[in-house]
């Protein structure tokens, strides 16, 4: 899992030759980066569901909507969590492999 291979690479202790923590750091911030725009776009996707549903309530009362909305409601706290948490966790990274290639 991408968390558990940033907090490894977090975690992991300084090496005499840092270029091979570097390139891993490199592919693993790319794959970070390039899953944390996937999260926000499923939020932005979200985001647009809500607004239909909260539109058609509107129109009309309806029980399915509103259990619609409250799980759509749900999935984007989720991708909120996750979201924050990974780009946390990439800034941590890119600052770890900053202060290797200037010990480098």
């Given amino acids: 899992m991408l968390i558990d291979e940033i907090r490894a690479l977090l975690a992991a202790p300084s090496p005499d030759d840092p270029r091979p923590i570097l390139e891993r750091m490199d592919a693993t ?3 970070g980066y390039a899953q944390a725009l996937q999260l926000e776009a499923e939020r932005w996707r979200i985001e647009q569901q ?3 549903i909260i ?3 509107a129109a009309e009362t309806n ?4 259990a619609q909305l409250a799980a759509l409601a749900r999935r984007r706290t989720v991708a909120d969590e996750h ?3 990974l780009r ?6 890119r600052d770890r492999r900053a202060a290797l290639r ?3």
């Fill in 63 to 66: 029980k399915r909507k509103t």
């Fill in 29 to 31: 911030l790319t794959e």
């Fill in 55 to 57: 539109a058609g309530l």
């Fill in 102 to 104: 200037d010990a480098a």
């Fill in 83 to 85: 979201i924050v948490s």
């Fill in 88 to 93: 946390t966790l990439l800034a941590l990274l």
């Fill in 50 to 52: 809500i607004g239909e």
